[in-house]
Nanobody, 124 residues
Framework: QVQLEESGGGLVQAGDSLRLTCAVTGLTFNIYAMAWFRQAPGKERDFVAG????????YYADSMKGRFTISRDNNQNTVYLQMNSLKPEDTAIYYC?????????????????WGQGTQVTVSS
């Protein structure tokens, strides 16, 4: 059974940190790019960060650069998103996604496999 399972979300205060984890089962992991997206209420699903199959290249939305770090462990079939200096505008449901190519892209339509999401709420 194909499964991408996010965890690590929660309620934090502005300036705090969170580490999201996405565990992948039932799918080949170590040759495909992974990414994190987020969706706030009433808004589009936006790209947050992406990582190529071997971790050699990472990509970030401009507003996340310097605050968020994506990484992966191909031995554990897991991708992470370290989020520092969180702001109230980071409040959203965060989703992990897997491509069918080794290079990450920023469009949600490029990712056929998705998790159910984990809620991140940042209070001011």
């Amino acid at each position: 059974q194909v499964q991408l399972e996010e965890s690590g979300g929660g309620l934090v205060q502005a300036g705090d940190s969170l580490r999201l984890t996405c565990a992948v089962t039932g799918l080949t992991f170590n040759i495909y790019a992974m990414a994190w997206f987020r969706q706030a209420p009433g808004k589009e699903r936006d790209f947050v960060a992406g990582i190529d199959w071997d971790g050699s290249n990472t990509y970030y939305a401009d507003s996340m650069k310097g605050r968020f770090t994506i990484s992966r462990d191909n031995n554990q079939n897991t991708v992470y998103l370290q989020m520092n200096s969180l702001k109230p505008e980071d409040t959203a449901i965060y989703y992990c996604a897997r491509r069918v190519s080794g290079t990450a892209r920023t469009l949600a339509s490029e990712y056929p496999y998705w998790g159910q999401g984990t809620q991140v709420t940042v209070s001011s």
